[in-house]
């Protein structure tokens, strides 16, 4: 891991590989280690590109709101920083794929190709932004363990939850390590983010939206009315997953990435 200084503060990113740019970008509430399988994979012949987004892992923490644009904003200049002048394959999960869009809106000429996993373009339902308030004042006056106890069980299939109980207990450990005002920052990002569907149809680069069959934040038959909606979208139910599909099943999530990129 590397720190790269933006203005204002500081991300950690991983850096592997060279050739076309991949960048990875993790959902809430996790930091870059959710994608390992992707970059032992994937940085033997691509440049891996895997950030700790602001708040999450050992990023600094930014005072909130933090908002889909702002984090957009920090993954341009961080690949500035890299020296990364060529278009980038925009890999998003959940609140990656969040930011993904805005990436998309705001920097088009730095996108390759999109991969949307397990994400929406919804906004918050009033009920969701209410779940999401009182999420954020647990967060300050409990910890971070509340997060985890209310995540963890929607984020893994039924069967991850049984059969991968080290992977569960990892991921666990990663959000019980995120700083509480990241947490709450992101929280407040995400309460106020905008629909994103109108975006959709305007996308004009090959697109891979990717789903956990089992995922029950962002469920396959919404998932699919995202990619009928994108021309030149290529679809992909990950078997024996839930919300986390490139953790709980690497294997047909790196195959259908490779398979994507090789065109
Ligand atoms: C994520 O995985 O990033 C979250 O589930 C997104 C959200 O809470 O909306």
């Given at each position: 891991?590397?720190?790269?200084?933006?203005?204002?503060?500081?991300l950690?990113?991983?850096?592997?590989?060279?050739?076309?740019?991949?960048?990875?970008?993790?959902?809430?509430?996790?930091?870059?280690?959710?994608?390992?399988?992707?970059?032992?994979?994937?940085?033997?012949?691509?440049?891996?590109?895997?950030?700790?987004?602001?708040?999450?892992?050992?990023?600094?923490?930014?005072?909130?709101?933090?908002?889909?644009?702002?984090?957009?904003?920090?993954?341009?200049?961080?690949?500035?920083?890299?020296?990364?002048?060529?278009?980038v394959?925009?890999?998003?999960?959940?609140?990656?794929?969040?930011?993904?869009?805005?990436?998309?809106?705001?920097?088009?000429?730095?996108?390759?190709?999109?991969?949307?996993c397990?994400?929406?373009?919804?906004?918050?339902?009033?009920?969701?932004?209410?779940?999401?308030?009182?999420?954020?004042?647990?967060?300050?006056?409990?910890?971070a363990?509340?997060?985890?106890?209310?995540?963890?069980?929607?984020?893994?299939?039924?069967s991850?939850?049984?059969?991968?109980?080290?992977?569960?207990?990892?991921?666990?450990?990663?959000?019980?390590?995120?700083?509480?005002?990241?947490?709450?920052?992101?929280?407040?990002?995400?309460?106020?983010r905008?629909?994103?569907?109108?975006?959709?149809?305007?996308?004009?680069?090959?697109?891979?939206?990717?789903v956990?069959?089992?995922?029950?934040?962002?469920?396959?038959?919404?998932?699919?009315?995202?990619?009928?909606?994108?021309?030149?979208?290529?679809?992909?139910?990950?078997?024996?997953?839930?919300?986390?599909s490139?953790?709980?099943n690497p294997?047909?999530?790196?195959?259908?990435?490779?398979?994507?990129?090789s065109?």
């Amino acid at each position: 891991m590397k720190s790269v200084a933006l203005p204002g503060h500081r991300l950690q990113v991983l850096d592997r590989g060279a050739g076309t740019p991949l960048l990875f970008v993790h959902g809430f509430p996790l930091d870059h280690s959710m994608w390992q399988a992707q970059v032992d994979c994937f940085s033997q012949r691509c440049r891996t590109i895997v950030p700790d987004l602001r708040g999450f892992g050992k990023s600094d923490v930014h005072p909130g709101p933090n908002g889909m644009e702002d984090f957009a904003d920090d993954l341009a200049q961080l690949l500035d920083a890299l020296g990364e002048t060529q278009p980038v394959v925009f890999i998003g999960l959940s609140l990656g794929g969040y930011i993904g869009w805005q990436f998309f809106q705001k920097y088009p000429e730095r996108v390759l190709a999109l991969v949307a996993c397990d994400t929406r373009t919804v906004a918050d339902s009033p009920e969701a932004a209410a779940a999401r308030s009182a999420m954020i004042d647990r967060v300050r006056r409990e910890g971070a363990s509340c997060v985890a106890d209310a995540m963890i069980s929607r984020l893994f299939s039924p069967s991850s939850l049984q059969q991968q109980p080290e992977l569960v207990e990892q991921m666990r450990q990663v959000i019980l390590r995120t700083p509480v005002e990241g947490l709450a920052a992101a929280l407040e990002g995400m309460r106020t983010r905008p629909d994103m569907t109108r975006i959709l149809e305007k996308i004009d680069v090959p697109t891979l939206v990717m789903v956990g069959e089992h995922d029950v934040v962002s469920p396959p038959d919404e998932m699919r009315q995202i990619a009928d909606k994108i021309y030149h979208s290529v679809w992909c139910v990950v078997p024996h997953s839930g919300h986390l599909s490139p953790l709980e099943n690497p294997t047909v999530f790196n195959d259908a990435l490779t398979e994507f990129l090789s065109k």
